[in-house]
């Protein structure tokens, strides 16, 4: 597929996500983890005039120089940025000028793309960047949607207007063993990956066993019901201190009643699907189950080195291991460097994909990552011992 | 006019004030002080509803019944409320559904206002009560308004969608003596009035003098200029605590650029005019220029028994007196006694009114209140001394 | 008594109220409104030092010039101060030290005094604040040493090694009606008074009625069981969501064990005795308890009108009035001036004064305060209506 | 050493470290890390007193009840304890006290003791934990003696009352070379260790160099004058928002007085030495300086298998290994279980020790952890390549 069909085709699928939204609905940011939809699609477009159009196509104007202070992000090589607490106060741009802005540039963009045989490996290297970044602006639309709607106390449901996988129920689940030994993990890089997945390198992995399948609902229920919230022995020191300052009592979106467990769904609120892996829970709370459950988590290392043995992708997974650099790791010259090296420390590593991961983006070698408090995202684990 | 063509007006003219919004300008809240504008649309609503409609319009549908967890305010006598820093995270009621909730409502009521007969007095006395309910609230719209454009760092000018007085430039200041005696304040119940108005009473005034006009722009720049944001004499010490924490160092809205002054309006930012009422000031601002300018703040007993001396009404005026009950002050029984008593604590006078209140709203013995470190509304000071 | 006299007997006032502490004791500041109590050993005598010694005494040698900044309290016009949070974690100057530094300027003192025809109107003035300053920090030494003592998990108990006024049970209550018509408040100034006590100027009083004695911890105790604390009917906005925030359901220093009332005294836990007067109740407290009663707190001006009918000075009592200048004050000019008349804002007033006011401070124009939250101080209530 | 004789020269030299301190100086509690020294006197005493005297001495009486609400410290399961933050507010018991409580553990420990053959050997694992305890807490004592005198406004020195040892100067610097291959860390369990040390373990490390000496102050105040604490380029995001809500400009306890660098040290305030190791430095600063200079922290495998290459033990080394468990790592059962296993989250690795580490308690398996931004610590940085 060539880039500017592959540069449609994903545009109009971040437009598809947000289709069943009221203009309402794009403007609020309940949390500061939570970003407005409206800034979503304006940083992603923000990010193809910024680091192509701007610098690569000969008298472009950009569409409207404040934009660069809304839609701005992490980015603190390219000016000042709207600190993201205030995200949600912005009532303006509106999402129409959002929409005009997005096919200003798309019609900039397409025309730009239109002869690739005049862009060089670098520039190759930065689009394909901007469509990976825009595929993760995706999942993070699905979260936040949820997130908003499902924090609105009228609990509104709401069509789901993208293609996503079916996540199978989990119907058995078998120990799988891995020898110990020197194995290699780490992306190759002879296809597209984040800077954070290299080097590839070796490991030394002690004899470890993992399970087929995800911890599911049914498995957690068993948890809550043991108390698994109420003693303090399952959890870190950190783990207790959120469980008691958030009152935590189960995963997010889950509300108990007349004793049958409930969650907010796009169908707005329904039973809890035994079978299916649990969602929406913390590191925290992985940790703690896989303490209750006599088990521990994966490390990174050991995920992605028995990767191939096991289905993965319904659930982002909690890992043992802190989000740190790679043997060989460089960080890339300019804004385009800020992207993953500055979050290596006090994040924990989530390995897999999940249903909302844009289809095509995910690999074994991809290293997510989140403080150990988040649950907003499609989140769940899977046991090692 | 009957009271059916009051309602009418008065709900046409809270369209009014919203007619050059954007839908998504309905929905953010900045700072807890301000609410978004689509719950003043819904709360000023379900006033009606709530306290006319559902206890005597026989078979009166409520038009949502989770209308009252959204749009309920301080009433805690009628169930759970949403708690404040909580609104300006929904986006749901939208904006189109609050508008069909204010028809629903608007054509209940009209039918139910067609016989003004039947409407003994106590119910004359809610439905006076909802109408000035609802003034203020126009008023809150334009401030909460101002506040949410003039805090988008796009700055955006906007329409003025209704009537408002011309605020005169204060050319002359003149002291007008007032002699010491015995004189009554209040209001005198034969009209509609606040129950924070009553009981009249009297006081004993010493002699002093006030000012024929509130201080201007021009006078409130000598006094930034004299370094009065920086010295700690001409303030109280919980005012100096405000300005620091807050980096306060000229009125809300204001910018030097290139030396001169700049304020936000409805016209995006323009010059401040010199003669023009100083706007926008804390009580911490107005007590720390008066001080500064050897003179004070005249009691709220004093602003009124001179208050026919003097033109009125551009701005809301701080006093130095706190908010607190009169002799003989009676909360009403039910929800309708937490209007006004239960924040007689903590609060500053603001007495007169502004260019933001609506007209035929004000009378000289109205109570404005307000914590002494809030500024978004159109207040200013007059001198005493 | 001459001067001299008048300052030895105080100053050895002072350290006798702290005669049963350990050195530990000293140290300590649990919340911010209480202070060590070497801190207010050290800074009583800086003020002497500071106003009286080094400016008047030739050849005075400060005793260690980074005293002042360790000692210096809310005058800002003497230099840079130690935040007031900050105090509770200063180990040095040592209680030792701060004893030298005491025995040094009462030496100087002492000298200074006994030639008492060389002193000057205007510094006999000083020395006559100096002397009710230190009075006034004999009472904060009572209550912070309580505060210190009554927060440690050990409970200790302690000998009170000053002199107090015994405080008789209240046996029988009765309305006192006062008839409507001017009066005069305020110091007449013929002999030592603060200056916010000053001018003395007419009021006038509506008829009212007050209660010959204080509300009594029986009559406090049928507040609290009939739910008082739970109802928010009975509070101010503020105040309701102070005893949520701070989980209220008694006053300072209660405990209920097996259905009985405890109260922390320096005697450790006893029974709470039911005749005597409440203490240790904040504004929003005495407020909601007058509510509740159907009655109300007497305003300052009726306080005081009316106190020559009534015993008072076991309770400060909380008045419905806040904390505003009167006609005609005018602050003091230098570190002086900020004494009282920069706290004159989000303040109550308190009239009387409590079995910790040091002998011969109270008088029944006297006006003290503090923020509505406060409850360390022996504080409690009288009935109005 | 017999077992009593050891506990007899730990015990004293916990006492001989504070021998320079007033009573006022055990009290105090700056910030939330730090711990009143009192406190660390009683607490290493109730750890002999709850898990060795009172389950195994017959007719052992605890010295009070109420010890174990005040110095239990992060055990769950051993009761309630006193919030870390209350710690400093606790006048009582007295040093005094805690001296005796000392003294008379201490007897009933040294009975206890002198038959050495009737102590089993999981008791004999406990009595070592608790040995390595104390010494834990004897470099706790230094550091938080220097920070509660390097924080008080009057800077004292005070005498350095324990041996320690001297830390030479870094006169030359050379990079080390280990070749890549599978290398054994851990320790191997034959003498004691603390459980997080175990298991050894077989890890894979890639070629690299590190250097043979620390990073000195000469070198740090090169990174200050480049502007390093200005460039958010050289920092993690946490770290670079660590850098301005701290306003961090220099390691803790420096100052620059007319272009010079000044620290705190028990001399009082000297110059900074240009050749010592820097110190007092968090690992944000540890990986800015890194990052700054081109290179990057070792991993804590790196730092351990290149160990014996180089002198090690001025400073606590930050490395880039978060902290988590070893492979096989098991928590022990109980209170003790609590030691280490639940802070492995949201922590630094550090290795190597200090010069206020009690001399023996080093090795190179060991594992000292840290949050990234704290910093009263002995610190420092080693560079890796």
Known sequence: MSFKEKYQRLRARTIAICASLAPEDYVVQPVVDVSPPKWHLGHTTWFFETFVLTPHQQDYAVFDPDYNYVFNSYYETVGARVVRT??????????????????????????????????????????????????????????????????????????????????????????????????????????????NELNRHKVYAQAFAIQSGPVTNEQFIAFIEDGGYQDFR??????????????????????????????????????????????????????????????????????????DRFPWG????????????????????????????????????????????TPGHSRNTYRNFFQPGLRWQFTGLRLAR
């Not at 520039?123 to 825009?134: K, T, V």
Request: net charge negative; charged share 20%.
């Open 314 to 357: 319904a659930r982002w997974e909690w890992t043992e291991s802190a989000y740190l650099p790679y043997p060989g790791f460089v960080k890339a010259e300019g804004a385009i460097g800020e992207y993953n090296g500055k979050f290596m420390v006090n994040q924990m590593v989530l390995r897999g994909a999940s249903e909302a991961t």
């Open 86 to 195: 205030d995200r949600g106060n912005l009532s303006r741009p509106t999402v129409e000028e959002v929409f005009r802005y997005r096919a200003y540039v798309d019609a900039a963009m397409i025309a730009f793309l239109s002869d690739e045989t005049a862009i060089d490996a670098s520039l190759r290297a930065i689009i394909e960047l901007g469509l990976n970044h825009e595929e993760q602006h995706q999942e993070l639309l699905i979260t936040d949607i949820k997130y908003i709607l499902g924090n609105n106390p009228l609990l509104p449901a709401y069509a789901c207007t993208y293609e996503k996988p079916e996540v199978p129920d989990i119907v058995e689940q078998a120990w799988l063993d891995i020898p110990e030994g020197v194995y290699e993990i780490g992306a190759k890089g002879d296809q597209f990956c984040f800077d």
């Open 234 to 307: 399952h959890w870190h020191s950190d783990g207790w201190a959120w469980v008691q300052q958030h009152q935590v009592a189960a995963p997010m979106y889950w509300q108990q009643i007349e004793g049958a467990w409930y969650h907010y769904t796009p169908e707005g609120l329904t039973l809890v699907p035994l079978k299916q892996p649990v969602c929406h829970i913390s590191y925290y709370e992985a940790w703690a189950f896989a303490a209750w459950a006599g088990c521990r988590l994966p490390t990174e290392a050991e995920w992605e080195l028995a990767s």
